[in-house]
């Protein structure tokens, strides 16, 4: 059954170096069933000043949480991410 992801994140920066710190997802199977994540990640890298003032995530919002390797829509993902799932 086809599944559809959608999905955002926001990060420490805009460059390369910079990490996920959330994710909001959907995920729309052809029933129309969906899936929501929303999770905030942790990374070792600081959140640059300019995405704070974008996003308004700040270091004691995602003290404590897993990065997005760990994090259950990234799970999921990589359950969806192979061979039986493209037609």
Do not use: W
């Not at 942790?42 to 897993?66: F, R, Y």
């Amino acid at each position: 059954m086809a599944k559809y992801i959608l999905f955002d994140t926001e990060t420490t920066g805009n460059q390369e170096e910079d990490r996920i710190i959330q994710v909001g997802a959907m995920i729309v199977d052809a029933k129309g069933e969906v899936e929501v994540f929303d999770e905030l990640c942790s990374t070792v890298l600081p959140i640059k000043i300019k995405a704070m003032v974008v996003h308004g995530i700040t270091p004691n919002l995602i003290e404590g949480k897993d990065v997005f390797t760990e994090t259950n829509f990234y799970k999921t993902l990589q359950t969806l991410n192979n061979q039986d799932c493209y037609g």
